[in-house]
T-cell receptor
Framework: DTAVSQTPKYLVTQMGNDKSIKCEQN?????MYWYKQDSKKFLKIMFS???????INETVPNRFSPKSPDKAHLNLHINSLELGDSAVYFC????????????FGPGTRLTVL | QKEVEQDPGPLSVPEGAIVSLNCTYS??????FMWYRQYSRKGPELLMY????GNKEDGRFTAQVDKSSKYISLFIRDSQPSDSATYLC??????????FGAGTRLTVKP
């Protein structure tokens, strides 16, 4: 059984489009995250949600909007896509009180043309 | 200055070698120190998890934390080709302030 799953795995789209990435975890964790990994493999946190409540919102353009319908799901919607948004986006989750113990999804490779 | 510094490599070693990977950091609030391994086109997976200073061993892997020097290390003994991956150090104060190093790409040659 997949612990943290993301869809789609690959996303190729044109500049200016709006797209969404979905994430689901079946680990029963309270906290979920979105990370962006650039071409140099640098992994940077974007958002953190605890029990559907936004905890961290790092310096991210407001074109990026996370949505958590329940604590097992955290989706990422991106408006007006730009070339610089091309990256791999990872969803992760962690159990209560153990923020460093994170379980990552397989990633969504986004390419903006 | 970045909060976490890690030499991106690449690092290439022969099979059986001892590998040493390191990170330095600047935020003294960090209490939890992790090493993640990331294979190509996969998500990072937790390898080692330590709290505060000291050593932790798990099979061929040893993690060391020296909070006084703000320096952490991961040693891999008897390295195998299957250890070829990118290794990311990570740390947090425990309040959702996770920071990752840039990752070191390791290749172990048969």
């Amino acid at each position: 059984d997949t612990a943290v799953s993301q869809t789609p795995k690959y996303l190729v789209t044109q500049m200016g489009n709006d797209k969404s990435i979905k994430c689901e975890q079946n680990l029963g964790h309270d906290t979920m995250y979105w990370y962006k990994q650039d071409s140099k493999k640098f992994l940077k946190i974007m958002f953190s949600y605890n029990n559907k409540e936004l905890i961290i919102n790092e310096t991210v353009p407001n074109r990026f909007s996370p949505k958590s319908p329940d604590k097992a799901h955290l989706n990422l919607h991106i408006n007006s896509l730009e070339l610089g948004d091309s990256a791999v986006y990872f969803c992760a989750s962690s159990p209560p009180g153990l923020a460093g113990l994170q379980f990552f999804g397989p990633g969504t490779r986004l390419t903006v043309l | 200055q970045k909060e976490v510094e890690q030499d991106p490599g690449p690092l290439s070693v022969p099979e059986g070698a001892i590998v040493s990977l390191n990170c330095t950091y600047s935020n003294s609030a960090f209490q939890y120190f992790m090493w993640y391994r990331q294979y190509s086109r996969k998500g990072p997976e937790l390898l080692m998890y330590t709290y505060s200073s000291g050593n932790k061993e798990d099979g061929r892997f040893t993690a060391q934390v020296d909070k006084s020097s703000k320096y952490i290390s991961l040693f891999i003994r008897d390295s195998q080709p299957s250890d070829s991956a990118t290794y990311l150090c990570a740390m947090t104060g425990g309040r959702d302030d996770m920071r990752f190093g840039a990752g070191t790409r390791l290749t172990v040659k048969p």
